[in-house]
């Protein structure tokens, strides 16, 4: 059955063609995103949703979406869409963060220069017939300081106008290298010195705690007298009570203000004051950047939908569609082997440690750590995925370690993952043949070779003759029937292992009298859900 998709938001009729194009189903209801209850009834319907920023992807709507896959943002922000509520389900949230970037650049561009020379007062008076030459004396921007809070995509942009401009830029980002600074010709500053330094001051970061009020009353303080500041990020950023106050006292000389507090904004501390200029978070708002987000996320939900593709995605690693055919086979085996160490763990799971050795090591190993978490964690909720999968192993407050080594052993690559709880330590590794099968390559530090079956019974004993025939003498009593089988043992009359493959699961009773021998220490039933694997 082809995916079904729902625009819910107001989206480009060509990103609805883009969708119909890859052979997905695509409802277009733009108005729908505004009648919650209309889109509760209607959400469990769907494995994708689009949007823009008009619906809200709330806690309650994703409990009532379930076939929902990918919420896919018709744009950068997602303050709209409950992020830990949709990775708990295991709903991948994508954005498109460069489809408007050039837009809201150009914007924040537009505001400085209209706080600048003071354009739309100046237009106003111009206009009632007045002519106020004399009133609206600006400041040149040539020569200033440009100082820019966030210097990732869009503070990147806004950096090269202003070098073009002839301005001095610099720029307070933690993330900011100082290869990039040069690269983009401005200067790497803490934020306290951009302050202290900046005629103009625009912003360009994601809201979070440490950003929030980033400018306040204190930040101010530490302005130059006069300084302009621009805000086409995100509301909140600035306190708006505490930017009011210093217009009034002419500390600050004027502000461009996109974003606000509360939004719609219909009151705001900042509206009346001279020389502010405020608009109605107009960033993204052009023909070009519209169209742009727009195909970028039905191109994105389809990839995803259609081949797997992961890209831009706020809550799981990206995976190309280049890389998701030669990924693939090893998601498979990093899923297997968390499962196996799942099914034959009983105690709670302190910590977690992954290799990577060979050619994986290379891969997108997040995406390979994820599936891994995801197989371990499913023997104890059964709708965890790739998604969700490190969310619940952190909240359970297992410890994760991951490490990447060149080729140490006659395996081109293997995944070994070791499982630590209070009581045993446990390991297994696997990799993936030229027939694309995932395969066990040693348990328990016992070396073999084991494709991964359906059904599979795992048993451990001291290494005597019999326990094959002893095996097979309780299953065959019961009608089970053993397919094959895989032998290992550590060294002659040591620790050996045996994996049994079954056609259909094994029952209860059976295992029980299998434990009952002595000679085995341990009868675990194993089951892959896993396509194309043996049995």
Not at 53 to 68: D, G, M, N
Not at 222 to 248: H, P, S
């Amino acid at each position: 059955m082809a995916p079904r998709v729902l625009v819910s938001d107001k989206l480009s009729q060509t990103a609805v063609q883009i969708f119909a194009d890859c052979g997905i189903e695509v409802d277009y209801m733009p108005d729908l995103g505004k009648d919650k209850d209309k889109l509760l009834e209607v959400i469990g319907q769907y494995d994708g949703l689009a949007i823009r920023s008009a619906t809200k992807v709330t806690e309650k709507l994703i409990q009532a979406a379930t076939k929902l896959k990918v919420v896919g943002r018709a744009g950068i922000g997602v303050d709209n869409v409950d992020i830990p509520a949709a990775s708990r389900k295991g709903i991948i949230v994508m954005n498109t963060p460069f489809g408007n970037s050039i837009t809201t650049a150009e914007h924040a561009i537009a505001l400085m220069f209209a706080v600048a020379r003071q354009l739309p007062a100046a237009d106003a008076s111009t206009q009632a017939g007045k002519w106020e030459k004399n009133r609206f004396m600006g400041v040149e921007i040539t020569g200033k300081t440009l100082g820019i809070i966030g210097c990732g995509n869009i503070g990147a942009i806004v950096a090269a106008r202003g070098v073009g401009l002839k301005m001095r830029v610099i720029a307070f980002d933690p993330f900011l290298s100082a290869d990039r600074a040069a690269q983009l010709g401005i200067e790497k500053v803490e934020l306290d010195d951009l302050f202290k330094r900046s005629d103009f001051i625009t912003l360009h970061t994601p809201m979070t705690d440490k950003t929030k009020g980033i400018i306040d009353k204190a930040a101010i303080a530490k302005m130059k007298d006069g300084v302009r500041i621009v805000n086409c990020a995100r509301g909140g950023l600035i306190v708006e009570a505490d930017l009011a106050e210093a217009i009034k006292s002419g500390k600050v000389a004027g502000a461009g203000v996109d974003v606000f507090e509360v939004e719609p904004a219909t009151n705001s501390p900042l509206f009346g004051l001279e020389n502010v200029v405020c608009t109605p978070h107009l960033g993204a708002s052009t023909s070009e950047a519209q169209e742009n987000v727009a195909l970028q996320v039905a191109e994105q939900m389809s990839d995803y939908l259609i081949r797997g593709a992961v890209a831009n995605a706020i809550n799981m690693p990206s995976i190309t569609a280049e890389e998701a055919p030669i990924l693939t086979p090893f998601v498979q085996l990093a899923e297997c082997l968390g499962a196996f160490a799942g099914q034959v763990t009983e105690e709670a799971i302190k910590s977690v440690e992954i290799i990577y050795d060979g050619s994986v090591a290379a891969m997108n190993t997040r995406a390979l750590t994820s599936a891994t978490l995801a197989g371990l964690i499913k023997s104890q909720v059964s709708d965890v995925n790739m998604v969700s999968a490190p969310i619940m192993a952190k909240e359970r407050g297992i410890q994760l370690t991951e490490s990447r080594r060149d080729k140490s052993g006659v395996f081109d690559s293997y995944i070994k993952l070791t499982v630590v709880t209070e009581k045993q330590t446990r390991s297994v590794a696997g990799t993936v043949f030229s027939d694309g099968k995932p395969r066990f390559i040693q348990i328990k530090g016992i070396n073999l070779d084991a494709e991964v079956g359906r059904h599979m019974v795992y048993t451990t004993n001291n290494d005597a003759p019999g326990i094959i025939g002893l095996l097979g003498t309780v299953f065959g009593k019961a009608g089970v029937n053993i397919a094959n089988f895989q032998l290992g043992r550590d060294r002659p009359g040591g620790n050996a292992i045996a994996l049994l493959y079954v056609d259909s699961p094994v029952p209860e009773d059976v295992l029980d009298a299998v434990r009952a021998h002595k000679e085995i220490a341990s009868a675990k039933p194993l089951r892959f859900d896993v396509a194309d694997v043996a049995g």
